[in-house]
């Protein structure tokens, strides 16, 4: 008798299955994946710091570029030069003093002319000498002044070349990248000034030396004029002569 084909489909699952778990019943433990939360979060704090390290690093080397950068622009020089210009201003202040006329800015020129032509109205010289000494006083007074006005015309010529001078090195330094091209700019800002007081010297000094010139003048006049007085009285060198008030 033959069995029955739906009680030999049973029997052949049931084996499968009992073959099925003999095998996963004899597999070792390794095999199978096991999830450890502890590890997990370790690993996970591990790596977090890791991070954040190489952001502080980032983060230095990004502040040392910028160091770098800052070091560069306060080494970096200003563009803008006002020296020539300042230095030209002297030299043309300088070279006008240099042409005063008769009595310079030397002293020892000046100690002995003055002697000469302020202080000397002695017995020797003669009323021609006397004469040509206060015309040569008179001149001398005359070229002071005119100094003095060419020193006062060049004073003024410079207050432009100052006021453009002064407005260049103002937008220079602000706007300066570094701290050396602010300090340069503040450096040529003070050579402007002194160049300022210089011209303002010179001025003072020519006009000075005219007023001195002049009262000089006036002084030596009045002992000249008594010198000649004296000898008038005295009689010395002089002779009476006929005049004709009309001529026929």
């Known amino acids: 008798m033959r069995p029955i084909p739906g009680r030999i489909r049973i029997c052949r699952l049931a084996l499968a299955a009992i073959i099925a778990g003999t095998a996963l019943s004899v597999q070792p433990a390794s095999a199978l994946i096991v999830f450890d939360p502890r590890n997990y979060a370790e690993n996970l704090l591990s790596a977090s710091r890791a991070l954040e390290q190489i952001n502080n690093q980032v983060a230095s080397l990004r502040n040392e570029a910028q160091m770098l950068i800052n070091q560069a622009r306060n080494l970096t020089s200003l563009p803008t030069s006002m020296l020539g210009r300042i230095e030209g201003n002297f030299a043309e202040m300088k070279g006008l003093l240099g042409q005063a006329q008769r009595l310079a800015y030397n002293v020892q020129d000046i100690d002995q002319q003055f002697k000469d032509t302020y202080q000397n109205f002695g017995s020797n010289l003669t009323d021609r000498q006397l004469v040509d000494g206060a015309r040569e006083r008179w001149q001398g007074s005359v ?42 700019a503040g450096n040529q800002l003070l050579a402007v000034q002194t160049s300022q007081i210089a011209d303002l010297t010179a ?10 010139l002049e009262s000089a003048r006036r002084a030596a006049a009045q002992e000249q004029a008594r010198e000649q007085f004296s000898r008038f009285m005295a009689g010395n060198s002089y002779s009476p002569a006929s005049v004709k008030m009309f001529h026929d």
């Open 203 to 212: 001025m003072l000094a020519a006009q000075g030396r005219a007023n001195a």
């Open 143 to 184: 070229s002071a002044f005119e100094d003095a006005l060419k020193t006062g015309a060049v004073a003024v010529g410079n207050i432009e070349g100052t006021r453009q001078q002064t407005t260049s090195l103002v937008d220079a330094s602000q706007a300066a990248v570094g701290v050396l091209q602010a300090t340069q």
